[in-house]
């Protein structure tokens, strides 16, 4: 066979970047070697915070050092993407692999479960070691195995739906049992992995903490809002018409907040003499959630688009990471797990393919080579873009050179098309191997789990009839209200792992006028009874707080349980339902969750 002095001059460029990352992968595991236990790893994830929205990224309007410092005291990821809405991203995060390969679609009603069969980071370090623990907004399942403790974490402390309704002290999951908040959920977050961190100091541990915030409803602390209150701001979105200056406020002092709990982590590592030997990373789950100021990128929060799925990222490791490196190939949130995994040397599990790869040799090189020109696809429902080195390939097949206009303006298609040619083609592949159905087929919430025995049917999994109302659009806070039928219900479609005698509870308010209401709690042919004897009809919560006024976010209330009674499950798949039998007053109740027992 023939070579042409192109086809030698590619293989010896291949094997001198095999060669540079075998020797960049050997200096890490010598690293690890030489330290008396592998290094420990804090992931930091925003909710909703854009690229723009850090002063180090150019944004005058507001401050963040110690956010900024990660990249000043570590490596900056230029181009790093995720998905364009939260659960997508954690499900890369947590995987390695585009979330539509691991079952994860929405944000909601079920869309957000990571499939069983996907093995996460948090397996991977835990069996490695480590001690694991999740602290803040999950958004991968709420009931076991789905459950953070059934993904690999041994602490959880936080909520396991996508939106809360109310930052101050509100309910929350720690390890399966309800508890109560203390005070701002991200200063509360900081709060309990600084403890975990602590109580783990002598060990190597994996901190996940994930924060809900810039996302709606807009609450933050008076002392981060004050300086913003009246804030004009020098900088603003490209269409200036579009941006609200009320929600922009809102969103850069959560952000301020967060980087002031970026500090407070940060401290603690250096007062517990562990900041050498921790491996820190942050990034966004995706692009801002409101038109404001982001480098003239077109999109936001829920785009395909540039301005919807790039976000900062920089992680932190001194003596092994070079300070103030700046790593400008494309990379995103499925390349975390490959390359957290390398740099501890930490096994990945291969029973599923990652489409992420290692970036340990972009950040720990003398003189990294560029990276064959990869894909990374942006996928929205069934709306997907793909993005290389120079090009970005928008959902309607547009193509625009990202290096010349990085503000996608000019659709250079027609006059590209090879490239478009080659990106589309891209695309038609990846809809038929990446995402193999239009949307996964309905799953049933999980039930009956000897290791995790409460489960949790919140009315956000529900499905109600009739004349039934949710507090408000979104599902994943609200309740449902406005019970005025008998005919009317709400059921879940559950599958029960193990059969057995379950005790229900149902939560509930009523207003002392519309107590006396009966209702049925049935599956299949088993069923009980229960009636609405005791008022409960506490205030609603959270509009006091809101900066702007909320939009699809449902505000909250305490509600009250109501033992109905032991219920026979059969395993396998079954619906539970609620039927009221009868209504003396103007409604039944409102519900907020049922919750079934295994005893």
């Known amino acids: 066979m023939l070579y042409s002095v192109s086809d030698f001059e590619m293989g010896c460029g291949s094997l001198m970047r095999i060669l540079i990352s075998v020797l960049s992968s050997l200096v890490v595991v010598f690293v690890a070697a030489a330290a008396e236990q592998p290094p420990n790893i804090v992931v930091i994830l925003a909710d909703d915070q854009g690229w723009g929205d850090l002063s180090s990224n150019g944004n005058s309007n507001l401050h963040t050092p110690n956010i900024d410092s990660l990249g000043r005291d570590g490596a900056t990821f230029a181009r790093f993407f995720v998905s364009p809405v939260c659960a997508p991203t954690r499900a890369e995060f947590m995987t390695g692999r585009f979330h539509s390969r691991t079952g994860v679609w929405g944000v909601s009603r079920g869309e957000e479960r990571l499939n069983l069969g996907e093995r996460t980071i948090a397996e991977m370090f835990r069996e490695a070691g480590y001690a694991t623990g999740n602290f803040g907004k999950w958004h991968n399942g709420t009931q076991y195995p789905y459950h953070p403790k059934g993904r690999g974490f041994e602490e959880f402390y936080g909520f396991t739906h996508g939106h809360w309704g109310h930052y101050f002290s509100p309910p929350l999951d720690h390890n399966g049992t309800a508890v109560r908040g203390n005070g701002y959920v991200t200063d509360d977050f900081s709060d309990r992995a600084m403890q975990f961190i602590e109580a783990n100091k002598d060990k190597p541990f994996f901190a996940y903490v994930t924060y809900c915030t810039p996302h709606t409803p807009f609450q933050v602390p008076d002392k981060f809002y004050e300086p913003f209150a009246d804030k004009r701001f020098p900088q603003q979105h490209r269409d200036p018409e579009k941006e609200e200056i009320e929600r922009t406020r809102a969103a850069l002092a959560m952000v301020e907040n967060i980087d002031w709990n970026v500090g407070r982590i940060l401290k603690k590592l250096v007062d517990l003499d562990l900041d050498r030997d921790t491996i820190v990373v942050y990034f966004s789950d995706n692009g801002p959630n409101s038109w404001r100021w982001n480098g003239d990128m077109k999109g936001k929060k829920g785009s395909t688009d540039e301005g919807g799925v790039r976000v900062p990222c920089m992680i932190r490791w001194p003596g092994t990471i070079k300070a103030g490196r700046t790593i400008d190939g494309i990379s ?159 059921s879940w479609d559950i599958e029960v792992n193990e059969a057995g005698t379950y005790a229900v509870t149902v939560y509930y308010t009523c207003p002392e006028k519309d107590i006396g209401s009966t209702f049925d709690v049935s599956s299949g042919n088993a069923k009980i009874s229960g009636k609405i004897i005791e008022p409960h009809d506490p205030p609603l919560v959270g509009e006091a707080e809101d900066r702007v006024d909320r939009g699809t976010e449902s505000y909250m209330k305490d509600f009250k349980p109501l033992v109905v009674g032991d219920l026979r499950l059969e395993s396998g798949r079954t619906t539970i339902t609620i039927k009221p039998t009868n209504i003396p007053g103007s409604q039944a109740m409102d519900i907020q969750e049922v919750t079934l027992e295994l005893l």
């Open 332 to 490: 995103g949130a499925i390349d975390v797990l490959p390359t957290l995994c390398e740099l501890t040397g930490v096994p990945i599990d291969e029973t599923k393919p990652l489409d992420g790869i290692s970036q340990v040799e972009q950040l720990t090189a003398a003189n990294p080579q560029e990276p064959d020109d990869r894909m990374i696809f942006s996928v929205r429902g069934t709306r997907v873009g793909v993005r290389t080195q120079q090009y970005r390939l928008d959902e309607d097949g547009a193509l625009f050179d990202m290096i010349a206009d990085p503000g996608q303006r000019e659709d250079v298609s027609t006059r590209e098309e090879k490239v478009t040619e080659r990106l589309r083609d891209a695309v038609a592949e990846f809809r038929t191997n990446g995402m193999p159905e239009s949307k996964p087929p309905s799953r049933p919430f999980t039930v009956g789990y000897r290791d995790f025995p409460v489960t949790s049917l919140p009315a956000r999994d529900g499905i109600a009839t009739g004349e039934i109302e949710r507090s408000n659009r979104a599902p994943n806070c609200s309740f449902y209200t406005h019970w005025v039928n008998t005919d009317d219900t709400v």
